[in-house]
């Protein structure tokens, strides 16, 4: 009878455990992908995203979804659960800035594995990688495969300058073959294998951070072959790219199916900011894109695939901000295990415990969203509940200005316009002289410059501000958006205060600031207060000259041949400071064009074949002409 006894409570231990086994956590982030390029949120999309979209069609699609406007931040309001602004990362890093993300803010991967979980980062990091206290494994990851910086070459791993960047742990890694999102979706699916081999194992949080489809549209044959059915290049292009994450998913989908650890796995989708369409991508209904504080720039497409938590899949028309998926994330895991962990500094968190939401069907816990503030361009954007104000600057920097539609032909915007079709043809020039991956900055100074003239000029977007912390113009001072200053700048045509209805506006194209100048004053205190103990901002366009470099990146062969990111030789991109590192002691300058030889040459080149040569083939052709 004992023995019996003995033996029954060891299989009721047994059953127990396994009861309680954590579910997995499958992060998935794309990179600059436009929120209509998938199926789920536009059903006629050209792209091909098959996959994701029977894995959408079986989770909580977020309807209203918020991220911030461009990389860095949004990556830092994922990990930590809090505002870009709140943790000093109001702007994304350029190569060569020594930033980093704090290690006085506990991240997801920290939390998690007090947890028991194994922590794995496959792709993109960009939260800083000059000092090795900036590094994934320091913060909490146990393996990391993939780029410290902002993008690559998706063949050579180069970012520029003779600059490497693919790693496996603190170990460069090197391949000039294989395209990077093979490698990742490769790497991704051993880590499940290896998981799914051990059923002992410890449940695992993969944060796989796809550096596509963001420029430079590098892409697999294969993967273009499946969107030859778009005409325009640039379209095509980013498909392929999407393709190849989708090819990803699918595959992740089936091993897990394999492994029985589907219905076990939480998976969450989403992109780090609007898309650029001259990079291919398409925000519509949405106005603007990446890089302003219009919709196409802050709104992304989502969706959390857990059928053993969420029974019923259905549109969330709730607020959901991405800080929103690490006090959530916490709740799912409570809910399954009826265990009680907590985050540290819980109460300090901008991010909402949303699970009881989405499992009650309810119009949501979040009523309002502090949408982004970016104090160096002096841009404020907040919504609460229909009501979305924009105070400042709306274009940080790109001047996207409009609604932009699905393209037919081989011009990318604009039906064609002469405008359009002058931008869009300097860049194929650009492209022919230097090669798609070789003039990346120089493309979004073109951009600027050509779509500026739908703002007002040049003279109308923001530049560097003044207010500065210190003398090396490192750190961005917080301060309060003046009201008053920006509504005596305000004009139809480069509007500074903007309030919009957008549940019976979502393309934002009417304002009613002017009819409500009450309620602009008072959202805009509800977000002053949002962000009251916001610490000084790194100035992520700060640049160390003394940041490594390839061997050959100063040679006058190597910038008058424009190498780019296919430079023979190069060096690991990786830590190169030391934790205590004095910036006093460092030399910095602003901006990626500041003292850039290589791109010098390259506007050299542009102005000979653009403006010389033709000037040369006209005086020719005149000169034959009169003899």
Not at 108 to 137: F, I, R
Not at 191 to 207: C, Q, W
Request: hydrophobic letters at 40%.
């Amino acid at each position: 009878m004992r023995v019996f006894i003995i033996f029954f409570a060891i299989c009721l231990q047994f059953t127990s455990a396994q009861k309680v086994k954590k579910p997995n956590i499958i992060f998935i982030l794309t990179d600059d992908q436009g929120s209509a390029d998938v199926g789920f949120t536009n059903p006629s999309t050209p792209f091909v995203t098959n996959n994701i979209d029977n894995l959408a069609a079986n989770s909580i699609r977020l309807s209203n979804y918020y991220v911030h406007p461009t990389c860095s931040p949004t990556r830092a309001a994922l990990m930590t659960g809090r505002y870009s602004i709140n943790v000093g990362m109001s702007i994304a890093f350029i190569p060569g800035c020594p930033a980093g993300l704090d290690k006085s803010y506990q991240i997801m991967p920290e939390q998690l594995a007090t947890m028991g979980y194994k922590n794995y980062l496959v792709g993109k990091w960009h939260l800083g990688g000059s000092k090795p206290m900036y590094h994934p494994l320091r913060r909490g990851f146990h393996k990391f495969y993939g780029l410290l910086g902002g993008g690559i070459n998706y063949f050579t791993k180069q970012c520029g300058s003779g600059r490497y960047d693919l790693w496996d742990n603190f170990e460069p890694l090197y391949d000039n073959v294989t395209h990077a999102t093979d490698m990742f979706n490769d790497e991704a699916l051993r880590i499940i294998e290896t998981h799914g081999k051990d059923p002992a194992a410890d449940p695992f949080f993969l944060y796989l951070a796809h550096p596509a489809p963001h420029d430079p549209l590098i892409t697999t044959k294969r993967h273009e072959d499946l969107c030859n059915h778009i005409e325009n290049k640039e379209r095509r292009l980013s498909c392929a790219l999407v393709a190849g994450i989708d090819e990803g998913v699918g595959k992740i989908t089936e091993l897990l199916k394999k492994y029985d650890m589907l219905e076990d796995t939480i998976i969450a989708f989403s992109s780090d900011n609007g898309g650029v369409p001259y990079a291919g991508a398409l925000n519509y209904p949405f106005r603007g894109a990446k890089g302003t504080a219009w919709e196409g720039g802050v709104r992304s497409p989502g969706f959390i695939h857990a059928p053993k938590i969420f029974e019923k899949s259905y549109d969330f028309k709730g607020l959901f901000h991405v800080t929103d998926f690490f006090p959530t994330f916490i709740s799912m895991i409570n809910s399954v295990t009826n265990e009680t962990n907590t985050i540290h500094d819980a109460d300090k968190l901008d991010g909402i415990d949303q699970s009881s939401s989405l499992i009650k069907q309810t119009s949501g816990s979040r009523e309002s969203v502090h949408i982004h503030r970016d104090p160096g361009m002096d841009s404020h954007t907040f919504r609460k509940g229909p009501w979305k104000i924009i105070v400042g600057h709306h274009y940080i920097p790109f001047p996207f200005s409009k609604v932009y539609n699905e393209t037919t032909d081989r011009w990318i915007v604009d039906g064609g316009s002469w405008r359009g079709r002058l931008t869009q043809t300097i860049l194929e020039i650009m492209r022919l002289i230097v090669g798609k991956e070789d003039g990346l900055f120089l493309k979004y100074i073109f951009w600027t410059m050509c779509d500026s003239q739908y703002v007002g000029g040049l003279k109308n977007l923001p530049m560097a501000s003044a207010r500065i912390k210190d003398n090396l113009g490192l750190f961005q001072s917080m301060f309060k958006s003046d009201l008053s200053e920006w509504s005596e700048r305000h004009t139809s045509i480069y509007p500074t205060v903007s309030l919009f209805n957008l549940d019976e506006d979502p393309q934002e194209a009417n304002n009613l600031a002017g009819e409500h100048p009450d309620l602009v004053k008072d959202l805009l205190a509800e977000a002053e207060k949002a962000i009251s103990s916001a610490p000084p901002q790194f100035r992520g366009q700060m640049m160390d000259t003394a940041s490594p470099k390839g061997p050959d990146a100063d040679s006058w062969l190597t910038i008058l041949r424009s190498m780019g990111t296919r430079h023979n030789r190069v060096i690991p991109f990786g830590p190169y400071l030391s934790d205590d590192q004095d910036l006093s002691k460092l030399e910095f300058i602003p901006g990626f064009m500041s003292g850039n030889l290589s791109m010098m040459v390259i506007i050299i080149k542009m102005f000979l074949v653009i403006v010389v040569l033709p000037l040369l083939i006209l005086y020719k052709v005149v000169k034959f002409a009169t003899r």
